[in-house]
């Protein structure tokens, strides 16, 4: 991968910083001559390591650690996706909240949730949300159409995180690397981010199973036997999800 000390438009690039670096530690900090290394995906950065190393050695290490995490660029690149849904979501909560108190208690919607809602939904999402008869189309009816489409969306890019992950017994995550400060929040492991939406991920497409070999059997004409062969699915199960 290559290594930079300036940011550039496009790319997955490394850029290195030699010098002091500071960690955190309990309620205070120490320092040490080490070096910083910034996984960048052209302006955005992905993930950052900061290593203690002596000068003479910190080309050397620096170098190596960019060619482990390598591997992992595209992975990462997906991980940023995964997240905007999951802030895009969390930006949902307190307005869906917001729109259940009203349609419980029959009052209007406060302007300012209602007019997130607007500007965050699609016009099909408008569309559908009036012709509910909710006593708000714009509170709880608008909300549960964009949360939905967050909820799939998030589901959609954890299986392209799936998609993109290298073999995780070959190309280990140094346990130095982490995420981008979120919210003033720090030192969160991007091996364990990484792990839990790659799990998250293959949940999605484990429950995907029974009705793609049901879709397969009955509407593309693929046999049961063919599945069993393609998938190592036993012929029991097969039979159970298509019955007769």
Same mark, same amino acid.
């Given at each position: 991968? +290559?290594?930079?000390?300036?940011? /550039?438009?496009?790319g997955?690039?490394?850029?290195?910083?030699?010098?002091? @670096?500071?960690?955190?530690?309990?309620?205070?900090?120490?320092?040490?001559?080490?070096?910083?290394?910034?996984?960048m995906?052209?302006?955005? #950065?992905?993930?950052?390591?900061?290593?203690?190393?002596? @000068?003479? /050695?910190?080309?050397?290490?620096?170098?190596? *650690?960019?060619?482990?995490?390598?591997?992992?660029?595209?992975?990462l !690149?997906?991980?940023?996706?995964?997240?905007e849904?999951?802030?895009?979501?969390?930006?949902?909560?307190?307005?869906?909240?917001?729109?259940?108190?009203?349609?419980?208690?029959?009052?209007?919607?406060?302007?300012?949730?209602?007019?997130?809602? $607007?500007?965050?939904?699609?016009?099909?999402?408008?569309?559908?949300?009036?012709?509910?008869?909710?006593?708000?189309?714009?509170?709880?009816?608008?909300? %549960?159409?964009?949360?939905? /489409?967050? !909820?799939?969306?998030?589901?959609? !890019?954890? #299986? %392209?995180?799936?998609?993109?992950?290298?073999?995780?017994? *070959?190309?280990?995550?140094? &346990?130095?690397?982490?995420q &981008?400060?979120?919210?003033?929040?720090?030192?969160?492991?991007?091996? @364990? $981010?990484?792990?839990?939406?790659l799990?998250a991920?293959w949940?999605?497409?484990? +429950?995907? %199973?029974?009705?793609?070999?049901?879709?397969?059997? /009955?509407?593309?004409?693929v046999? #049961?036997?063919? $599945?069993? @062969?393609?998938?190592?699915?036993?012929?029991?199960?097969?039979? #159970?999800?298509?019955?007769?």
């Amino acid at each position: 991968m +290559d290594i930079t000390t300036e940011p /550039r438009a496009a790319g997955l690039y490394v850029i290195q910083q030699t010098g002091m @670096q500071q960690w955190a530690e309990d309620h205070g900090t120490w320092q040490a001559h080490g070096v910083r290394l910034d996984l960048m995906d052209g302006p955005a #950065r992905l993930a950052v390591c900061k290593l203690e190393v002596p @000068q003479s /050695r910190a080309e050397a290490r620096a170098q190596a *650690v960019a060619e482990e995490i390598e591997p992992w660029g595209l992975t990462l !690149r997906a991980l940023a996706a995964v997240a905007e849904a999951r802030a895009w979501q969390a930006r949902l909560v307190p307005l869906i909240v917001a729109a259940d108190e009203a349609e419980r208690n029959m009052w209007p919607l406060e302007d300012y949730a209602r007019d997130e809602l $607007v500007s965050y939904a699609t016009p099909a999402e408008i569309e559908k949300a009036k012709s509910s008869d909710a006593y708000e189309w714009a509170g709880m009816p608008l909300a %549960r159409l964009i949360a939905a /489409r967050w !909820r799939d969306e998030l589901t959609a !890019r954890q #299986r %392209r995180l799936l998609a993109t992950a290298p073999d995780v017994t *070959v190309h280990p995550i140094h &346990p130095a690397w982490e995420q &981008p400060p979120l919210f003033g929040v720090t030192g969160v492991s991007t091996a @364990q $981010v990484v792990a839990r939406e790659l799990l998250a991920g293959w949940a999605a497409v484990r +429950d995907l %199973r029974d009705p793609l070999i049901t879709w397969a059997v /009955r509407d593309a004409g693929v046999t #049961r036997t063919q $599945v069993q @062969q393609t998938t190592g699915v036993s012929r029991s199960t097969i039979n #159970r999800l298509l019955p007769g």
